[in-house]
């Protein structure tokens, strides 16, 4: 298909219109899931460790929760991951201070190069 020349600026401004929308979708997304993981964190914490530095000896809860919620959710519940999820929390236990640009990738980066000065 042939376009004429002001055809082929609106169809590449279309494709601009779209991949942004893409990309902004994504990034709402990825975000979605910091809050998520950080609310979890939260929960865990306090239900676990009543906001004392550490959870009693011999407490289960997150392996447990996390073979429940694997079960239902699938492997990104593992108990690693909820650590993380705790972790997360009481390193950044301000939800205001979580940045929208950062992925939970990076956040996870972050926390496990804490973890490697401690």
């Known amino acids: 298909m042939i376009l004429k020349e002001n055809e082929k600026i609106l169809l590449n401004d279309i494709r601009t219109i779209i991949n942004l929308s893409q990309k902004k979708a994504i990034n ?10 950080w609310t979890l964190g939260k929960r865990i914490f306090e239900e676990e460790q009543h906001n004392k530095n550490r959870a009693k000896y011999g407490t289960y809860l997150i ?25 997360f929390y009481r390193e950044y236990p301000i939800a205001n201070t979580l940045c929208s640009q950062l992925s939970w990738s990076q956040y996870k980066l972050l926390i496990f190069m804490t973890e490697k000065k401690n």
């Not at 709402?28 to 993981?37: G, K, L, W």
């Open 28 to 37: 709402s997304i990825d975000f979605c899931r910091v809050q998520m993981y």
């Open 63 to 87: 392996k447990n929760l996390s073979n429940i919620l694997e079960n239902e959710y699938g492997s990104g519940f593992s108990k690693r991951q909820l650590e993380f999820c705790r972790k």
